[in-house]
């Protein structure tokens, strides 16, 4: 009797123990088939994808990469934003340069980057020089605006402070630019003839951390500028992010100081006779990339006696496309120049 119930007794504990590893070898079981399921199903996916991406783009059995697409799409848009630009061009030149510098998306209007900033450097007395400019081309108040709005083209008058902080020059320049709002007053630069090149740089930096625009364009006060053969000028170098644009040249270096032009580092310009390439200084353009280059820069960047000099020198060692543009060669006014000096 006792035989019997050791027996029972072991053969319940023997069950006992065989259920864990049924209910482990059953959860395994379960879980190679869910994994073989998920694994087939992905599989499945994966080759539909591909002969979705094969039917699509039409090459056979081969698999377009991420990057690869992401390329073509890039491609795609450019192409568009060139027809675009093409489109415009073409009516610009029938109608007079006009650029819409907003587009619709979805009922709301959203504005498009300004073209051009373009920096007007003038200084304390020429008065008679800015009013002059504001009647030929630049325009105030309303028609300044419309400058901006329909064709992308912001001027300024560009400005610093008198040696001897706010006194008569200072509050001229003040009063003017409360009846205008023409002006940018870059308050760190000291104004003078010597710092010319100091203030271009100011400018370009400013202007840059300011506006988002396309390009920035620096013009002398005494030039006037055809603002419908810029935009259409401009507008069909979008497509280069570094450009440096003007009325190419490479004067002479005058070693003298008794000489109007006098460089006091002459001796570093090469044979000593000529300079580098650059634009002439009454009026030029540079690219958003290059403006930005400027503003980061501007604390290590060297100026010499001039300004056209000094930025030309900025874009020697780097990749810059030099655009030699005559329509910029500001001596005489011919058919489709963009500036005149008087």
């Known amino acids: 009797m006792v035989d019997k119930m050791q027996s029972r007794a072991s053969s319940a504990r023997v069950f006992r123990s065989r259920i864990p590893t049924l209910l482990v070898s059953m959860f395994a079981t ?29 090459q056979g059995r081969s698999v377009i990469s991420v990057d690869d697409t992401l ?26 340069f006009t650029s819409m510098r907003s587009t619709e998306i979805n009922g709301t209007d959203y504005k498009r980057r300004p073209l051009v900033v373009i920096g007007i450097f003038t200084t304390f007395g020429r008065k008679n020089n800015r009013d002059a400019i504001r009647k030929a081309w630049m325009g105030t108040g309303a028609a300044l605006k419309k400058m901006e709005n329909e064709k992308g083209i912001i001027a300024r008058f560009v400005i610093g402070r008198s040696a001897n902080r706010g006194d008569s020059l ?7 630019n409360r009846q205008t709002k023409d002006f940018i007053i870059l308050d760190t630069h000291v104004e003078a003839p010597e710092e010319f090149p100091k203030k271009a740089k100011l400018f370009f930096a400013h202007a840059a951390e300011e506006w988002n625009a396309e390009f920035y364009s620096k013009v002398n006060d005494d030039v006037y500028v055809n603002i419908d053969a810029l935009g259409g000028t401009l507008a069909t170098h979008l497509d280069k992010p570094r450009v440096y644009m003007g009325c190419m040249k490479s004067g002479e270096v005058f070693s003298e100081p008794s000489q109007k032009w006098y460089e006091p580092e002459w001796w570093k310009f090469g044979d000593k006779k000529s300079y580098f ?3 002439s200084g009454e009026m030029y353009v540079i ?18 006696a001039h300004d056209d000099i000094s930025v030309g020198s900025w874009f020697i060692g780097i990749d810059v496309k030099h655009v030699d543009e005559a329509k910029f060669c500001c001596s005489s006014w011919t058919g489709g120049a963009i500036c005149a000096g008087v």
């Open 30 to 58: 379960f879980a190679s088939i869910y994994v073989a399921g998920r694994l087939w199903q992905d599989s499945e996916n994966r080759v539909y994808l591909i002969k979705e991406l094969d039917r699509i783009i039409g």
């Open 277 to 279: 390439r650059h634009a």
């Open 287 to 304: 690219s958003q990339a290059l403006a930005k280059f400027v503003s980061i820069n501007r604390a290590i960047l060297r100026t010499y």
């Open 170 to 176: 200072d509050r001229a320049i003040d009063n003017e």
């Open 71 to 96: 390329k073509i799409i890039a491609c795609r848009e450019q192409h568009k934003k060139l027809s675009a630009l093409e489109m415009e061009l073409a009516a610009a030149r029938q109608e007079g």
